[in-house]
């Protein structure tokens, strides 16, 4: 199993809309475009935002073969800028600060943002088996934080960053049943079980902070083999008609012809999936390609470059390995023939 190329498909899964370009707070990322999110449930049912994720995909063997799941996702951290007259720690009122959207200090720019936490969510093996009699859940919960970074400030004017993340929780249930001998419908549901305030409801930022952004599931087997969701064979097309999925797309991944393992992504995707070995790194925005991505971002302004730095680690990354690369680089994203196909003439 090709674990490099999974853990590959499945960064750049977890991060597709975390920043778009142009790579700034503005246009498009004045509101979060991340593909994957799962809200509390009461703030789902009053908005209709989605707060549950379903995979269901069928599985070849026995009961003794073995299932791991783990469920990604990213919890957002609100980081806002403030100023005040005194230097700021933790646990500060901060009801005597300004909040402000931005701010240069000796030539740096700073400005308010929302990052973002990797969270991982392990089940540990269990046999097909112990699926058909029982539903295992797993909880999860990650406690609020309110952090202060003090910034570099004037004598009269102090400026901090306030990172603030909101306690969430949820469970992830998996359990499978027979639907024939050899062949079994397996299931895993992410639910968000966050409780929220009734001031949230009617919240964007409160519904972002409360959520689960760009979720997704990563099966395995042991022991058996997964059937493909988009390409299942005849004698398995009846039961792929009754599979549901709710908010996610499985499909197989690894070397082609591997069945070990699924990724179950809020975006379509194929069976077996890689990233294009021409791609240098994360580019975020799923509408453009990387050539493209790249020739734009090198035509920002030193201005706006400037503030692009500032945004985060992933877009500073992002802005310098643009400036590093070389026209050879370049031109190798433009062009590549990926393979050839005979085309019957008669049939067109």
């Known amino acids: ?26 246009v498009k990322n004045r509101r979060r475009w991340m593909f994957g999110s799962i809200v509390p449930r009461s ?34 951290v609100n980081r806002r800028l403030v100023r005040s007259s005194a230097a700021m720690k933790n646990g500060d009122d901060l009801s005597h600060v300004d909040l402000i959207d931005s701010c240069e200090i000796d030539g740096t720019h700073y400005q308010t943002w929302q990052e973002a936490t990797e ?44 990172r603030e993340q909101l306690a969430i929780q ?6 499978a049943s027979e639907l024939k001998p050899g062949l079994f419908c397996l299931t895993a549901r992410v639910e968000n079980t966050t409780v929220s305030s009734d001031s949230s409801l009617a919240d964007p930022t409160a519904n972002e902070l409360l959520g689960l952004a760009s979720t997704h599931t990563i099966l395995s087997v042991c022991g058996g083999e997964f059937v493909s969701a988009i390409d ?7 039961e792929s008609t009754t599979l549901r999925n709710d908010g996610t797309w499985p499909v197989l991944v690894g070397e082609e012809g591997e069945r070990q393992m699924v990724l179950s992504s809020p975006i379509i995707l194929y069976d077996y999936p890689q ?18 991505l790249d020739l734009r971002t090198r035509t920002l302004t030193d201005a706006e470059k400037t503030v692009m730095r500032s945004v985060d680690e992933h877009a500073r990354r992002l802005l310098e390995r643009t400036e590093r690369t070389e026209t050879t680089d370049l031109a190798s994203l433009h062009g590549t023939l990926r393979g050839l196909r005979r085309i019957d003439m008669a049939n067109l």
């Open 1 to 26: 199993m090709n674990t490099d190329r999974v853990e590959s498909i499945a960064n750049a899964v977890l991060y597709e809309g975390y920043i778009l370009y142009p790579y700034r707070p503005c």
């Open 43 to 76: 703030i789902g049912e009053f908005t209709g935002e989605r707060w549950a994720m379903q995979t269901q995909i069928l599985v070849e063997g026995d009961a003794a073969a073995e299932i791991e799941v783990e469920v990604r996702f990213l919890q957002l």
């Open 119 to 162: 969270r991982r969510v392990a089940i540990a093996p269990v046999s097909i088996g112990n699926l058909l009699m029982q539903r295992p859940k797993t909880s999860f919960a990650y406690s609020a934080s309110h952090q202060i970074e003090n910034l570099p400030s004037t004598t009269t004017r102090h400026f901090a960053f306030v």
């Open 170 to 175: 949820g469970i992830v249930a998996v359990d």
């Open 232 to 238: 299942s064979p005849p004698a398995y097309r009846e």
């Open 275 to 292: 990233v294009a070995p021409e791609s240098v790194g994360d580019w975020f925005d799923a509408t453009e390609i990387d050539e493209m």
